[in-house]
């Protein structure tokens, strides 16, 4: 029996002994949950494809890069139509004055561009309502002014006395007026006239029935730019025609000599007193410059000529009998020796296209102001 024991023993130890080891090599094959594919490692929401990069919304074409307003073409560029482009300007480089006069017509324009020129720091531009006349007698003779504002072209004298004192009257077209003949309010009778009847208004007709049986037999009542205006000069020449005038005595044949003659009528240099002496009768008439009419249609009616209404289409395509261009006018050496001379009227033709309609003008066509800018281009030899 004793020697039986250390057998069993020994059996027994070995027996432990594989018990352990299998116990032991199972715990290291059994893989642990720490050791399997972790959720955080699989798939990092912030490692995939992130919405913000896959199309940002701030990446993509941005509106204002698309089309910036302010970048489209102004409205001084979309409106100039033309070909001929000029330098550009800054008037406040230029602070030096211009000194300007001239027509009463043009006047609220050239006022209207020395506002905005001032505005943006340019000098001060000085510019006096004297009439066509009146302003090239001081730029021709007296050689008082930089530039000249016409109602009509520069006559074979004036030129003539602006080379006495070594100037070369250069002109600028700016645009194109509609001479307005108007009535008040008030009149009931008369809407349309033709040339002819206005030739007799404006000289040997007396009264209303004079003209036609059927209007008042009332005194005409006539106001007129004064004889130094280029719209006094423009309506002779336009409307004023002796053969129009059938009545008109030996000693006022001449369209000029008619109206002068006339009765009861009233000249002034000031439109604003044409109006007025207007649109106080309803047996008034008068003309002037498409503006004063524009600013004052609450009291005035322009008449139609020969059938035709004045209007920006009419004025342009010279359908309506009295359209007629509009100037201004300086010279190449002034040009040159005042550098604020050449840069107000570079600004002018640049700009005068976003202005002229509100003003009551029309715009020049665009050959006419492709002319005009040329005109700068080679009297400054830019």
Same mark, same amino acid.
């Given at each position: 029996?004793l020697?039986?024991?250390? *057998? ?15 116990a032991?090599g199972?715990a ?11 959720p955080?490692e699989?798939?990092k929401?912030?490692?995939a494809t992130?919405p913000?990069? $896959? ?8 509106p204002?890069?698309a089309?910036?307003?302010t970048?489209?073409p102004?409205p001084?560029?979309a409106m @100039? @139509?033309? @070909? ?11 602070? +030096?004055p211009?000194?300007s006069?001239g027509?009463?017509t043009?006047?609220p324009?050239?006022e209207?561009m ?16 004297i ?7 001081r730029?021709?003779?007296t ?6 504002n ?5 006559k ?25 003949v *108007? ?5 009931d009778?008369?809407t /349309?006239v033709?040339?002819e009847?206005?030739a007799?208004?404006f000289s ?5 029935? /004079? ?5 008042p037999a ?6 007129s730019?004064g004889?130094?205006? =280029?719209?006094f ?9 002796p053969?129009?005038?059938?009545d008109?005595?030996?000693d006022?044949g001449k369209g000029?000599?008619?109206?002068l003659n ?8 000031? /439109?604003?007193v044409? *109006?007025q =002496? ?9 003309y002037f410059?498409y503006?004063y !009419?524009?600013?004052?249609?609450d009291?005035?009616n $322009?008449? @139609?000529?020969? =059938?035709?209404?004045?209007t ?6 010279n359908t309506?009998p ?7 006018y ?6 040159q020796?005042k550098?604020q001379?050449?840069a107000?009227i570079? !600004? !002018?033709?640049?700009n005068v296209n976003s202005?002229?309609? /509100? *003003? ?9 102001? +492709? ?7 080679d009297?400054t =030899?830019?």
């Open positions: 029996m020697r039986r024991m250390p *057998v069993l023993l020994s059996v027994l130890l070995l027996a432990a002994i594989l018990l352990a080891a299998c032991g199972g290291q094959q059994i893989p642990t949950p720490t050791a399997a594919v972790k955080t699989a798939a929401p912030t490692e992130k913000t990069e $896959a199309a940002k919304p701030t990446e993509a074409p941005k204002t890069e089309a910036k307003p970048e489209a102004k001084t560029e @100039s @139509s033309g @070909s001929v482009t000029l330098p550009e300007v800054t008037p406040a480089d230029y602070t +030096d211009v000194v006069a027509s009463s043009v006047y324009l050239s209207r020395a506002d905005l020129w001032q505005g943006e720091g340019g000098g001060n531009i000085t510019i006096d309502s009439g066509t006349g009146g302003g090239f007698e730029f021709c003779k050689g008082e002014t930089d530039i000249a016409a109602s009509r072209k520069i074979d004298s004036e030129a003539e006395s602006c080379k006495a004192i070594n100037r070369e009257p250069t002109a600028f077209r700016i645009g194109t007026d509609a001479l307005a *108007v009535v008040s309010t008030e009149n009778f008369l /349309d033709t040339k009847e206005l007799l208004i040997t007709a007396k009264k209303w029935s /004079d003209i036609r049986p059927e209007w009332e005194d005409i009542l006539r106001y730019p004889t130094d205006s =280029g719209t000069d423009y309506f002779v020449e336009a409307v004023m025609n053969t129009y005038v059938k008109a005595t030996a006022a000029e000599e008619a109206i006339s009765e009861n009528i009233q000249y002034s240099e000031d /439109d604003n044409l *109006v =002496g207007v649109e106080g009768s309803p047996y008034a008439i008068g410059g503006a !009419y524009n600013e004052n249609k009291l005035l $322009a008449l @139609s000529i020969d =059938g035709v209404a004045p920006e289409q009419t004025a342009e395509d309506y009295l359209s007629r261009p509009l100037f201004i300086s010279d190449p050496t002034i040009m020796d550098p001379v050449a107000f570079n !600004y !002018y033709l640049t202005e002229i309609v /509100d *003003v009551g003008y029309f715009p020049a066509s665009a050959a006419a102001l +492709d002319e005009a800018r040329q005109s700068w281009l009297a =030899g830019k």
